[in-house]
């Protein structure tokens, strides 16, 4: 009798944590007839991630089945995310181009591609909608993914394994002979080498783009370098600025980055991110890593989970962190570091910054990381508050920004209303 009462409550705790949207019954997120057709859409003359409108955000939810990925593994028992809805949130009236309406009515409207949002308070889950996915999807997140990367670095530094301020070809010598080579790991950290190779995707002969044939992401020819790894060792290219001097966007940085974790653990950098992060956060799934060439993870741009445990990952960054781990993975000098740590070069006229891969840090203590197509991780530690959100582009590019409409309901609830 009370193996019988400890299921069912254990049943009655699964319920109220996973949340209204996706209790119980589960639903096919596309039918056969629909895969079929949606994997015949595919491009096959030009990078598939150009395309559009409901088949790009198909294409987002389904990368797994489209193109190679690397396994991330969780491990032990879940931790259960409970469920405590602020319903201010799904009521908060958010300013559109279309006048004021409440948030949840946005995420459903035409104006939005929202697929999904999720937010969670002290360790707990205070709101989520999925109006285009179902909450088990593992969608893509796109350059969300470099702040993996880069917190896999901090923690190697702050054991001592790695100095940021050592050039790049101290710990790969095989870049001796790359223009990156003497560029420091902190200016490539910070998106600062100060190199001429921004991301660019409208000139196949940049050095961009090249990078990004060589590791499968951009529309290979025949002339294509093979690899990254080979493509970085003889990087040739100019500059326009002293490394870090300036903000200047790349993937290939984080590429480096990966690298650099590779060199120092010895392993496939996701078989590290793995061993350090996601197998210590009670994930309820394996993620992945999108990987088009002999297995070499997307590290800039490929990261595949279901959205909650992101959120998870997210926590880390939080004093709710004891709700997914016993250990406290991120120190609090980490987080210190990426509130007050920020190259004064980079300083933007509004205060804010980027760090560590981190697209901004703002005034009110919000990390802020995006990802192309509408996707975002927020995270403020002192508020203890994680955002978590996916989109796409309609066909005719007419949808709303999610990312600033998601800051609106943060600041208007948790930052002024405190």
Known sequence: MRNATV?????????????ADHVGDFHSASSVEETQRRQRLLPVDDIWWTVTGEQMGWMHRNVHQLFPTVNVYRAGPVRELESNPNNEIAQYQVRTRDGKIGFEDFLESDSAAAMGVVILHRGKIVYQRYPRMQPHEKPIYWSVAKVLTATLIRIMEERGRIDVDQKIQFYIPELAYSDIARISVRNILDMATGLDCQDEYDDRQSCYYQYSMAIGDGYRDSDAPDNPYDFLKTLDVSKHAEPGQQFSYSGMNTFVLAWLIEKITGEPFQDAFTREIWQHIGAEADASFLAYRYGIPLAHGGFLSNMRDLARFGLLFTPSYRVVSETQ??????????????NQNLIRDNGSYNIYQWDRVDANGFLFKGGWGGQGLIINPELDLVAVFTSYFKEDNSQQALSPIVFQVLNGIFVENR
């Open 329 to 342: 993975l991120i120190s609090d000098e980490h987080v210190a570091f990426l509130l007050n740590g920020a």
């Open 7 to 19: 299921f069912i409550m254990g049943c009655l705790i699964w319920h109220a944590s996973v949340g």
